[in-house]
Every structure is written in structure tokens, then in C-alpha cells.
């Protein structure tokens, strides 16, 4: 075989589902080919310094826009104040009422095609799933490697942790990501308006308000027996370093390409993967056998650099001699899979692609944490740190904890073109994710069957059980702007934005207002699940425990796309973990087919 377009393994995206994995079987010697459609920008300082994810998450080298919708119903989705349009003449407007003419995109969901994927945009906090999580997982296909304690080993093997002792077992001390913590010791100076936030907080949530600035140091990454019901202030973790410097798979990937003698790793950057090529003839399932792809800069038409009207250039083929991983994303992993003939047989017909394994949950159980905020002004600016909690509302369906908050002074209203807006120096906020909501009615769609067109990604916000979710942000909110009230006069009365404007009377902002605003104004931007990992039986289920695409061999798909349900509070920490699994499980089976060979096992 032609060693340029041929190798062991092949993996599309190099994010946090693709990019430890790639690099692992590189160094298990095994030749890997990484296609990545961005491109490296690990020295660009608004990557590289994690303080600046703003303009990151916002800059046009790396951005790929989707603009989603959050429900079928048009009008409801109207209502979201950051709806964008485009005014066509190559600007956006980004609001309620657009000008004449204007065209609707929708909701903005960015993310970014660069190597290291939305870890190198992100806000880098680092955060676990519950235990309950990985259990799950579990119970719905009986593979015990998933268990809670075991996962916690994957962690400790990425993790270079800089803020826990050497000796501290829970952490890892070697690994190629940076985790370090942020200095909680403002929290000592007791006549800061934010530290008589947090004493009041401390109170409403079942702490002790004497110990804020010992329990602000509290490990969001420990390893304690209640750490999924204890509401506590935490120390917010980030995958940098103490320097602030971003840390992400993309490290993990130079270091690897750094020793090209002992490792194989070959990393082809402005390369989109648009098929996945099969062999249908021999064998009893269909086995991936290679990848289409197209070379050349912004092809995809997310990417807001993209030309339109340019005629996409010709397809080029690689073969792997073992595997192909598909690592896109959640929204370009579905896409890639059903554009391969790997979808509900349906939606395939329509766009006349042939069907290669009729999976009717491909793109299917989209889900996303629910998140939102309290904003408001102070009377004068406010000094503040950063106040981190995760707690319990007394509405929450169980013991554990179901809101994390970080209150400071800053704003942060979800995305938009330019996002976030600076309401001065005294703003205020809390914002806040909700997690495990109840409804999994997301999805991403084929437009065309051209893999240059975005998929329709609709989240189905609240569609099931989302009075209750509602309920839970409401109360949440009540709690957070209740422990605002103990500022201090010299801030006090905050003039709120919402989602209880101050314009209004209190007494008009009733828990039905605050329900509505949270159901027209929540975002998100921890999608997961579009190809979910699931019982044996299930038609949703996309993949066994081993992330194989069920219906084909040599075929899986190892990214956020996989998780059964949204990993905890953060998912990028989490879909490091698992790329790190999955890499085990790919190594297990050329193991046993490299043992199965010795024993001329099928000769
Ligand atoms: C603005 C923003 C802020 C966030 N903040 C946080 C945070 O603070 N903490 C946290 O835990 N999570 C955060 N997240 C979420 C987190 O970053 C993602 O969940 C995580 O990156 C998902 O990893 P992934 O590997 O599944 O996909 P991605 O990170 O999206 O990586 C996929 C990669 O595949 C490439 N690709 C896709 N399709 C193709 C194709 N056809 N051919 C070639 N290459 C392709 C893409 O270019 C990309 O590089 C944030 C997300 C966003 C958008």
C-alpha cells in the first residue's frame, strides 16, 4: 500500500474526542492519519492565552458559525434577543428588529475547526461528571470498564494538575493538560460587596458564611464521597496553565509530531472528510476501509471565510489498513456518518444517498445543558473575584446538586456575532448552567447531501418536562438575586436587566415572567448525544460500549457526539477521558486481531 494515502488509523477532528486519540495510537506505534479541516493556531495569543475566549470564540481564523434553532415553534424562537440575521451586505444584525429585507440565520452556536477543536476557543473550565454518569453508562450495556472509579484513572493519566499537591492520588501530576486554579484569597476581604454576596449565599444554600474564603479553595475537581450532592463554593479549574496559557489536545498533538521517528502521526490541517468509504462485498457487516476528503481552506460553509459560488475541488481518498474514528463534533460526526450512508434510511432516500446501515438515531438526541443568567447593575462598580458555586435548588428532582453558578463582574447573555455585551463597570451577574434536563428532543439534519452545507440543528429546548426545568432555573435565580441584596448599601439597589427588569415592579416579575424569559432566552453550548452510546436493542442507539458503530466494523465515532446524556456541568475535560478510553479499546481489538493473525485464526 501507498504509505502517503494509506495507514492504520484514520481520524477525523482533532478536538477533544479526536486529538488525544490520535496521538495515543501514534505513540503505540501504529501510523495514524489526523484530518483536520482548520488550522494551527497554538502561538496565535488569542488562543493561547485562555483570558482571551472571547475574542477566540468570536474570531473569524477559526470560527464556524450553525445557527440553530432552540424549537419548531418560529415565533418562540423569534423572541431570543440575540437572534442574528443577515442584513446582506456583509454585516449581521443581531436583535428583534431587523431591517427590511434582512434574512434570518438564527441562533448562533459557535464552534471552531482548528486543531485542538473547541478546547482551543473555550472557556477551559474543567469540571467531572457525576458518578452517576459514567454508571449509567453502565447499566445500559453492562460494560463495567465504565464505572465511576475507573473513569477517574483516565483523568489522572491526562491531567498535569497544578494546583493539588504531588501527593494528592486523585489528580495526575504527568499528563499533557495543564489544570490549574484561580486565587480565591479576595474572598478574605469581608467588606467586598462580592463576599457579602457570597456569606449570604453561603446561607441560602447550606453553608457556613464564617468559612467562604476556606470553602471558595474547595478541589471542583476532588474526589470526595458526597462530591455530587455537597452545594459548595469550588475553586474554578481550567485546562491552563498557572501562566494562563491555554492547554488542550493540540498540545498533546505537537508533542506527538514532535518525535515523527518513534511516533506516526500525520496531521493534515484545511481537509474536510465528506465520506467514508466502505467495503460492502466481503465480510458480514459493512467495513470502513477509508475516507473522501476535499483540500483547501474555509470549504465548509459554516465558515463565515468561506466564497460562495467556488467549485469545490476535486476529492482525494485515504485507506486505513484497521480503523477509521470519526471525531467531528456533534453537529459534523452525524453529518459525516449519514452523508456515508449511515442514518435513518428515511431522511437518506430523500437526499439520495444510498443507505449503508439503516440507524435511525444518527443525529438523533441532541441534547444540551440549559443555561441563563441573573444581570444587573450596581450603584457604583463592583470589585469582585470570581464567585463559583454549584448547588441544590430546593425543587431539584434529586439529592444532587442541579445549578452551577459563577457570579462576578462580567456579563454573559449566550452567543451572537461580538457577543458578550460590556454594560459598564457595574455590571453584575450570575450565570448559571442547569444540568440533566429533561428533554433529549434535539437533532441534526441533513440539508443536502452536499458536505459543504450545514446540517439543521434544532435543540428542542424544554419540549419534555420543561415546566419543571423552568421551575428549577427559576428557582435558582431567586436564590442568586436574593443573596445580591447583601451588598451593601454603597451598591444597593441593583438595578436588574433580568430576567427581572428593575423597570418593572417586583411585584410583576412573578415566577411565570421568569419561566418565560428563561424558556425564550436560555442557550447553550455543551451539545452532546447526537450519536449516543446505548443499549444493545436499541435502534437510537448509534454505538456499543466501545464507541463502534453498530451495523459496521472498523467504524467508530469518539467525541461529545457519544455521551448518553450531557457529561455534568462541562463536557470538554470529560470527552478528553474518553478519547483516551476509546484509544484503549481500538489498541485492545488490533491486539487481539494482531494475536487472532499469530494463530492464523480465519486462515
Ligand atoms: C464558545 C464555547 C465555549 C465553551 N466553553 C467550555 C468550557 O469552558 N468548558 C467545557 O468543558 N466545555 C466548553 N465548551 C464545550 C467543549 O469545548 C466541547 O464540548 C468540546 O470541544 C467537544 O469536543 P469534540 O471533540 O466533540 O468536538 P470539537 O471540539 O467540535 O472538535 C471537532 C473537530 O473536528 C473538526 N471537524 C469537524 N468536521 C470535520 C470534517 N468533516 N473534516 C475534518 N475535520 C472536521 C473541527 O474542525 C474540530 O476541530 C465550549 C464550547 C463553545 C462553543
Same mark, same amino acid.
Given at each position: &500500500?501507498?504509505?502517503?494515502?494509506?495507514?492504520?488509523?484514520?481520524?477525523?477532528?482533532?478536538?477533544?474526542?479526536?486529538?488525544?486519540?490520535?496521538?495515543?495510537?501514534?505513540?503505540?506505534?501504529?501510523?495514524? #492519519?489526523?484530518?483536520?479541516?482548520?488550522?494551527?493556531?497554538?502561538?496565535?495569543?488569542?488562543?493561547?492565552?485562555?483570558?482571551?475566549? *472571547?475574542?477566540?470564540?468570536?474570531?473569524?481564523?477559526?470560527?464556524?458559525?450553525?445557527?440553530?434553532?432552540?424549537?419548531?415553534?418560529?415565533?418562540?424562537?423569534?423572541?431570543?434577543?440575540?437572534?442574528?440575521?443577515?442584513?446582506?451586505?456583509?454585516?449581521?444584525?443581531?436583535?428583534?428588529?431587523?431591517?427590511?429585507?434582512?434574512?434570518?440565520?438564527?441562533?448562533?452556536?459557535?464552534?471552531?475547526?482548528?486543531?485542538?477543536?473547541? %478546547?482551543?476557543?473555550? %472557556? @477551559?473550565?474543567?469540571?467531572?461528571?457525576?458518578?452517576?454518569?459514567?454508571?449509567?453508562?453502565?447499566?445500559?450495556?453492562?460494560?463495567?470498564?465504565?464505572?465511576?472509579?475507573?473513569?477517574?484513572?483516565?483523568?489522572?493519566?491526562?491531567?498535569?494538575?497544578?494546583?493539588?499537591?504531588?501527593?494528592?492520588?486523585?489528580?495526575?501530576?504527568?499528563?499533557?493538560?495543564?489544570?490549574?486554579?484561580?486565587?480565591?484569597?479576595?474572598?478574605?476581604?469581608?467588606?467586598?460587596?462580592? !463576599?457579602?454576596?457570597?456569606?449570604?449565599?453561603?446561607?441560602?444554600?447550606?453553608?457556613?458564611?464564617?468559612?467562604?474564603?476556606?470553602?471558595?479553595?474547595?478541589? #471542583?475537581? /476532588?474526589?470526595?464521597?458526597?462530591?455530587?450532592?455537597?452545594?459548595?463554593?469550588?475553586?474554578?479549574?481550567?485546562?491552563?496553565?498557572?501562566?494562563?496559557?491555554?492547554?488542550?489536545?493540540?498540545?498533546?498533538?505537537?508533542?506527538?509530531?514532535?518525535?515523527?521517528?518513534?511516533?506516526?502521526?500525520?496531521?493534515?490541517?484545511?481537509?474536510?472528510?465528506?465520506?467514508?468509504?466502505?467495503?460492502?462485498?466481503?465480510?458480514?457487516?459493512?467495513?470502513?476501509?477509508?475516507?473522501?476528503?476535499?483540500?483547501?481552506?474555509?470549504?465548509?460553509?459554516?465558515?463565515?471565510?468561506?466564497?460562495? @459560488?467556488?467549485?469545490?475541488?476535486?476529492?482525494?481518498?485515504?485507506?486505513?489498513?484497521?480503523?477509521?474514528?470519526?471525531?467531528?463534533? !456533534?453537529? *459534523?460526526?452525524?453529518?459525516?456518518?449519514?452523508?456515508?450512508?449511515?442514518?435513518?434510511?428515511?431522511?437518506?432516500?430523500?437526499?439520495?444517498?444510498?443507505?449503508?446501515?439503516?440507524?435511525?438515531?444518527?443525529?438523533? /438526541?441532541?441534547?444540551?445543558?440549559?443555561? @441563563?443568567?441573573?444581570?444587573?447593575?450596581?450603584? !457604583?462598580?463592583?470589585?469582585?473575584?470570581?464567585?463559583?458555586?454549584?448547588?441544590?435548588?430546593? *425543587?431539584?428532582?434529586?439529592?444532587?446538586? $442541579?445549578?452551577?453558578?459563577?457570579?462576578?463582574?462580567?456579563?454573559?447573555?449566550?452567543?451572537?456575532?461580538?457577543?458578550?455585551?460590556?454594560?459598564?463597570?457595574?455590571?453584575?451577574?450570575?450565570?448559571?448552567?442547569?444540568?440533566?434536563?429533561?428533554?433529549?428532543?434535539?437533532?441534526?439534519?441533513?440539508?443536502?447531501?452536499?458536505?459543504?452545507?450545514?446540517?439543521?440543528? $434544532?435543540?428542542?429546548?424544554?419540549?419534555?418536562? @420543561?415546566?419543571?426545568?423552568?421551575?428549577?432555573?427559576?428557582?435558582?435565580?431567586?436564590?442568586?438575586?436574593?443573596?445580591?441584596?447583601?451588598?451593601?448599601?454603597?451598591?444597593?439597589?441593583?438595578?436588574?436587566?433580568?430576567?427581572?427588569?428593575?423597570?418593572?415592579?417586583?411585584?410583576?416579575?412573578?415566577?411565570?415572567?421568569?419561566?418565560?424569559?428563561?424558556?425564550?432566552?436560555?442557550?447553550?453550548?455543551?451539545?452532546?448525544?447526537?450519536?449516543?452510546?446505548?443499549?444493545?436493542?436499541?435502534?437510537?442507539?448509534?454505538?456499543?460500549?466501545?464507541?463502534?458503530?453498530?451495523?459496521?466494523?472498523?467504524?467508530?465515532?469518539?467525541?461529545?457526539? %457519544?455521551?448518553?446524556?450531557?457529561?455534568?456541568?462541562?463536557?470538554?475535560?470529560?470527552?478528553?477521558?474518553?478519547?483516551?478510553?476509546? &484509544?484503549?479499546?481500538?489498541?485492545?481489538?488490533?491486539?487481539?486481531?494482531?494475536?487472532?493473525?499469530?494463530?492464523?485464526?480465519?486462515?
Amino acid at each position: &500500500a501507498d504509505p502517503t494515502t494509506t495507514y492504520d488509523y484514520i481520524v477525523v477532528g482533532s478536538g477533544p474526542g479526536g486529538g488525544p486519540l490520535s496521538a495515543e495510537l501514534a505513540r503505540a506505534g501504529y501510523s495514524t #492519519l489526523l484530518i483536520e479541516a482548520g488550522t494551527d493556531q497554538w502561538d496565535n495569543p488569542t488562543y493561547a492565552d485562555i483570558q482571551n475566549f *472571547n475574542e477566540a470564540a468570536n474570531d473569524e481564523t477559526t470560527r464556524w458559525d450553525f445557527w440553530v434553532k432552540h424549537s419548531d415553534d418560529a415565533a418562540r424562537d423569534l423572541k431570543f434577543k440575540h437572534t442574528t440575521w443577515d442584513t446582506g451586505d456583509g454585516t449581521f444584525y443581531v436583535g428583534l428588529d431587523p431591517p427590511e429585507g434582512a434574512k434570518l440565520l438564527g441562533i448562533q452556536y459557535p464552534r471552531a475547526a482548528v486543531l485542538g477543536g473547541c %478546547a482551543m476557543h473555550n %472557556a @477551559g473550565v474543567a469540571s467531572l461528571p457525576e458518578d452517576d454518569d459514567w454508571n449509567r453508562i453502565v447499566n445500559l450495556t453492562g460494560d463495567a470498564s465504565w464505572e465511576a472509579g475507573k473513569m477517574r484513572e483516565y483523568l489522572k493519566r491526562i491531567e498535569r494538575n497544578e494546583y493539588a499537591g504531588v501527593d494528592d492520588a486523585t489528580h495526575g501530576h504527568d499528563g499533557w493538560l495543564a489544570i490549574s486554579n484561580t486565587d480565591p484569597s479576595w474572598a478574605k476581604n469581608d467588606s467586598n460587596p462580592a !463576599v457579602k454576596i457570597m456569606k449570604r449565599l453561603a446561607q441560602l444554600t447550606g453553608q457556613d458564611p464564617s468559612q467562604v474564603a476556606d470553602l471558595a479553595n474547595t478541589d #471542583l475537581l /476532588g474526589d470526595f464521597p458526597n462530591r455530587d450532592t455537597m452545594s459548595s463554593f469550588f475553586n474554578m479549574a481550567t485546562h491552563s496553565d498557572k501562566n494562563g496559557k491555554r492547554a488542550s489536545p493540540n498540545n498533546y498533538i505537537r508533542a506527538t509530531l514532535a518525535d515523527p521517528a518513534k511516533y506516526p502521526l500525520t496531521v493534515k490541517l484545511n481537509t474536510l472528510a465528506t465520506k467514508v468509504l466502505f467495503n460492502t462485498t466481503t465480510g458480514s457487516k459493512p467495513r470502513a476501509i477509508g475516507i473522501e476528503v476535499m483540500e483547501g481552506s474555509s470549504l465548509y460553509r459554516a465558515d463565515p471565510k468561506h466564497i460562495p @459560488g467556488t467549485t469545490a475541488p476535486k476529492v482525494h481518498r485515504y485507506f486505513a489498513n484497521r480503523e477509521v474514528i470519526l471525531s467531528g463534533g !456533534v453537529f *459534523n460526526t452525524p453529518q459525516l456518518l449519514k452523508l456515508s450512508g449511515i442514518g435513518p434510511a428515511t431522511e437518506l432516500q430523500k437526499f439520495n444517498i444510498s443507505v449503508v446501515v439503516d440507524s435511525p438515531g444518527v443525529g438523533e /438526541g441532541l441534547t444540551d445543558n440549559y443555561e @441563563g443568567s441573573v444581570l444587573g447593575l450596581g450603584k !457604583v462598580p463592583i470589585e469582585s473575584g470570581l464567585i463559583t458555586i454549584l448547588f441544590r435548588t430546593p *425543587n431539584a428532582p434529586t439529592a444532587k446538586r $442541579n445549578i452551577y453558578a459563577w457570579c462576578g463582574a462580567f456579563s454573559f447573555e449566550g452567543f451572537w456575532p461580538g457577543y458578550p455585551t460590556y454594560y459598564g463597570a457595574e455590571q453584575f451577574s450570575c450565570a448559571m448552567v442547569h444540568v440533566k434536563p429533561r428533554s433529549q428532543d434535539g437533532s441534526v439534519r441533513l440539508t443536502s447531501a452536499d458536505p459543504q452545507d450545514k446540517p439543521e440543528i $434544532n435543540f428542542r429546548f424544554f419540549e419534555h418536562g @420543561g415546566d419543571e426545568d423552568l421551575s428549577e432555573l427559576v428557582s435558582a435565580a431567586n436564590i442568586l438575586r436574593e443573596s445580591w441584596q447583601a451588598a451593601g448599601e454603597e451598591v444597593l439597589p441593583f438595578n436588574e436587566l433580568h430576567p427581572c427588569p428593575s423597570s418593572e415592579s417586583n411585584s410583576t416579575c412573578s415566577e411565570a415572567q421568569q419561566a418565560e424569559f428563561f424558556k425564550t432566552q436560555a442557550y447553550s453550548h455543551h451539545a452532546t448525544s447526537s450519536c449516543q452510546i446505548g443499549a444493545e436493542g436499541d435502534e437510537m442507539a448509534v454505538l456499543d460500549s466501545k464507541f463502534r458503530v453498530r451495523g459496521t466494523e472498523g467504524l467508530r465515532v469518539v467525541d461529545a457526539s %457519544a455521551f448518553p446524556n450531557v457529561p455534568g456541568f462541562f463536557p470538554s475535560v470529560p470527552t478528553m477521558m474518553i478519547s483516551v478510553k476509546a &484509544a484503549g479499546d481500538v489498541l485492545a481489538a488490533a491486539r487481539e486481531a494482531e494475536a487472532d493473525a499469530d494463530a492464523g485464526v480465519g486462515k
